[in-house]
């Protein structure tokens, strides 16, 4: 069977083809699905959102209802396929207008095609796509065997959650960010550095140059809320610190490289330390098999690398997306899609489907 993912709750436009693998082995199907790539094309707006170094969302949607079509016609293409049998798009949480030009025009097609359509989470998405294995090329594996429960650590750039995931589609949402989330901590201190959007790749691309031995400066930033007994994040206080020691030094000194290349290593190890330290502590807590990263901060390398390490101490599995998959892209939606056909789990009536802008994982 092949899925169509739409995903247009931000600023990507998103559409992917995704085939389902049957012939495997009997009686392995519903353990261990396999999947493959046909197609995942994203038309990023990151250019247009650069100037204003964030995403405004009546733009944004203006650019998806330009890109959809194009988008759609690219993925069909590269997939060789006309159609598909199943049509699964992003419901929310999301911006209101990008949601729902995505979904009209998923209801469109399905509509047109006589195929289901099916809503989907985007944070569900997120969380699914760290279970997949990328075998080779474009062959994905899911791993659904003696990982529940698992904890979910979702950061990306509005939303940093800790989900406690009993099975798929059992999810209790165990912690969450007060204010800003880590990608959008992120992307604002990379901009009081003058660093461009999104800031998540160019701290990471920053901070990778620092080098402890050589570097005049030692920069100390707060780490909120780490010894606090709940599993809750809060950013805003990060970025006020930086904003308050970039503001402190001299222009001259502020815009050097090695004090840039300083701030970014310290900035990214302070939001690492908090994100590992509570998920290890959840994991600890609620006895969990493995853990699991998903959302665009989960594309930062020190971020995995910090978790892998953690996750080999305490004896369990770290699982994370396969790369280029951890960003928003059409494919995560046809993935959290397939699960939710199978379980007959979408409306018979598309018409029904509305954006919910403020969905939260239940
Ligand atoms: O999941 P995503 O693509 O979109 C949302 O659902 O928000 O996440 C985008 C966020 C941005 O804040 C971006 O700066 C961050 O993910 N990001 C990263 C990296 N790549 C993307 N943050 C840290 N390191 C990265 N390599
Ligand atoms: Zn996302």
Redesign the pocket.
Known sequence: MRILGV?T??D?TGIAVLEVIESLPRGKAGETPQFRILANVVSSQIKIHREYGGVYPMLAKREHQKNLPIVLKKTLKEAECEKTDAIAVTYGP?LSPCLWTGLNFAKDLAKKWNTPLIPVD??E??MLTGMLTQKQSNALTFQQSNIFPAVALIV????TQLVLVKNIGEYQIIGETRDDAA?ECFDKTARILGLEYPGGPEIAATAAKFSISNSQFSIKLPRPMLHTKDYDFSFSGLKTAVLYDYQARPKKERESKAYIQAMAHEIQQAIIDVLVHKTMQAAEEFKTKSIVVG??VAANESLRARLKESARGASIALLAPPPGLA??NGL?IALAGYFKYKQGAYPKNPDQIEADPNLRIA
């Open positions: 995903e709750s931000c990507d999301g985007h944070i998405a997120h990306s750039g509005g939303h990608g959302g665009g960003t928003d995560m």
